[in-house]
Structures are given as structure tokens and as C-alpha cells.
């Protein structure tokens, strides 16, 4: 799979974000483009890439982000136990109860 998280065609997309790149082909097209420069823009790669991705998720508080993340980041053979330390990190930034809310999301996929 891509760096790109929005590279996923129409049908492997959650049905919010497949029906806007059905809809919408043109600004999908551009979205993806975006995310593909901004993965490439650094020295960073794979798995540190995807644990970057599930913090910003866990940060904005996106159960939908943190699930893709964390089944992308499975599917690339990073450890369960790493996906749930990022969100357990989230504890001194964003507090206690939002730490938690992210770990649920994580075992929603890792279990």
C-alpha cells in the first residue's frame, strides 16, 4: 500500500470518503496527489511514517483515522503493543480521558 493514505480506490474507502472520491473524482485526485508529496517530502519512512499518521489521528481525536491507521499499520507488520503505545502517549498532551478514548479505538482493531 501507498504512503499515501488517500491512494485507496472508491470501494476500499470507508463510505464517507469513498462516496466524496466517486463524487468528486477530480478533488480525489488532488487530495491523493497532496498526501503522496507530503510523504515523500521528508527523510521519514515506514514504520516511523505510520506511527506519525496514528499520533495525528489519536491527536484530532478521529476514531475513523485511528482505526485506518492502526489496520494499515497491522497490515504492514507493526506490533499491536507499538500502535497502543502512541495512543497511551496521548496521556501528558491531551489528557487522561482522551488517551483512553484512543486505546479503545486501537483494541477495537488490534483485538
Same mark, same amino acid.
Given at each position: 500500500?501507498? *504512503?499515501?493514505? /488517500? #491512494?485507496?480506490? %472508491? *470501494? +476500499?474507502? !470507508? &463510505?464517507?470518503?469513498?462516496?466524496?472520491? @466517486?463524487?468528486? !473524482?477530480?478533488?480525489?485526485?488532488?487530495?491523493?496527489?497532496?498526501?503522496?508529496? #507530503?510523504?515523500? /517530502?521528508? !527523510?521519514?519512512?515506514?514504520?516511523?511514517?505510520?506511527?506519525?499518521?496514528?499520533?495525528?489521528?489519536?491527536?484530532?481525536? &478521529?476514531?475513523?483515522?485511528?482505526?485506518?491507521? @492502526?489496520?494499515?499499520?497491522? +497490515?504492514?507488520?507493526?506490533? %499491536?503493543?507499538?500502535?497502543?503505545?502512541?495512543?497511551?502517549? =496521548?496521556? $501528558?498532551?491531551?489528557?487522561? !480521558?482522551? /488517551?483512553? =478514548?484512543?486505546? $479503545?479505538?486501537?483494541? *477495537?482493531? $488490534?483485538?
Amino acid at each position: 500500500m501507498a *504512503d499515501n493514505d /488517500a #491512494s485507496d480506490l %472508491p *470501494d +476500499e474507502l !470507508p &463510505s464517507a470518503a469513498g462516496r466524496i472520491a @466517486t463524487e468528486y !473524482p477530480d478533488l480525489w485526485e488532488q487530495y491523493t496527489d497532496l498526501g503522496k508529496a #507530503s510523504a515523500e /517530502a521528508g !527523510p521519514l519512512e515506514g514504520e516511523t511514517k505510520r506511527l506519525v499518521k496514528l499520533a495525528q489521528a489519536v491527536g484530532t481525536q &478521529s476514531e475513523g483515522a485511528v482505526h485506518s491507521h @492502526t489496520r494499515r499499520a497491522l +497490515e504492514e507488520g507493526i506490533e %499491536p503493543e507499538k500502535l497502543k503505545h502512541v495512543a497511551l502517549l =496521548a496521556v $501528558t498532551t491531551q489528557g487522561f !480521558p482522551e /488517551a483512553v =478514548a484512543a486505546l $479503545t479505538w486501537v483494541e *477495537d482493531i $488490534t483485538e
